[in-house]
């Protein structure tokens, strides 16, 4: 179960998967109206996260670590998923959501993922670098 669960695949389909889900759905509505899904819906958003950043970046050793050009290619697959979802609520706010406060938040959305975005690739190649040089000088 870990091993799947911690796969980035996986966790980038619970990750970005499921802000698509609470965005494009009436689940967005529901976490307003009912206080169990306000709360799951935000340790689902703190876990999935928390995941998706561990099997990208893992700096503990992993007995079932996937490559970096896997990592990596998750990684822009999942990038380029959570800018299109940015820009669909951008254009099709979430139900009782205001045009305006839609904008601001897929631009939050947008801008803010790309800093935090950047700061994962800037650690993964970090990574990917330390191992390719510790390998050239043995």
């Not at 966790?11 to 802000?19: D, E, K, M, T």
């Not at 009436?26 to 999935?48: E, P």
Request: charged content about 10%; aromatic content about 14%; glycine content about 6%.
């Amino acid at each position: 179960f870990v091993r799947f669960i911690s796969s980035p695949v996986t966790a980038s389909v619970l990750n970005v998967g499921g802000l698509w889900i609470l965005y494009t759905t009436s689940l967005y509505g529901m976490m307003h109206h009912f206080f169990f899904v306000h709360v799951a819906v935000h340790i689902h958003v703190f876990l999935a996260g928390y995941l998706f950043t561990v099997s990208m970046i893992s700096i503990d050793p992993s007995p079932h670590q996937k490559s970096f050009t896997h990592r990596a290619s998750v990684l822009i697959i999942a990038l380029a998923a959570h800018g299109i979802l940015s820009k669909y609520v951008y254009a099709h706010p979430p139900i009782h959501v205001s045009a305006e406060g839609a904008q601001q938040g897929a631009m939050l959305m947008y801008y803010g993922g790309d800093l935090i975005d950047l700061c994962l690739i800037v650690l993964l190649c970090y990574e990917w670098f330390k191992r390719v040089q510790k390998v050239s000088l043995t």
